[in-house]
Nanobody
Framework: VQLQASGGGLVQPGGSLRLSCAASGRILTNYLVRWFRQTPGKEREFVAAINRGGGSTDYADSVKGRFTASRDANARNTAHLQMNNLKPEDTAVYYC???????????????????WGQGTLVTVSS
């Protein structure tokens, strides 16, 4: 699966961004979609996940209530991460990850079979 991530940018604290993850030639409804982020010098961390059917989501405590993961209603190859009330500590490179991991392992480190988007930089700064 080849993934194209987009939507990052510079935003002021309190602002919003929507990240998108589009798969080439595949529909994402067959896969678990997860979002991770990384800042220099830190481990990559889990941010959000949405299950295959789109009926279940999970979020890191640091983003719960502010971020929303979804699957595009019209484009079955696309998923989104809506980020509201952004904080400077949300500054990171965000990655979408697609694999067949079971829901119970959604927060685990993706294995070698996972497909990663190229990463999109989100900078929250005044």
């Amino acid at each position: 699966v080849q993934l194209q991530a987009s939507g990052g940018g510079l935003v002021q604290p309190g602002g919003s961004l929507r990240l998108s993850c589009a798969a080439s030639g595949r529909i994402l409804t067959n896969y678990l979609v997860r979002w991770f982020r990384q800042t220099p010098g830190k481990e990559r961390e889990f941010v959000a996940a949405i299950n295959r059917g789109g009926g279940s989501t999970d979020y890191a405590d640091s983003v719960k209530g502010r971020f929303t993961a979804s699957r595009d209603a019209n484009a079955r190859n696309t998923a989104h991460l809506q980020m509201n009330n952004l904080k400077p500590e949300d500054t990171a490179v965000y990655y979408c990850v697609v694999d067949r991991m079971i829901w119970g392992a959604r927060r685990s480190v993706p294995d070698d079979h996972a497909a990663w988007g190229q990463g999109t930089l989100v900078t929250v700064s005044s």
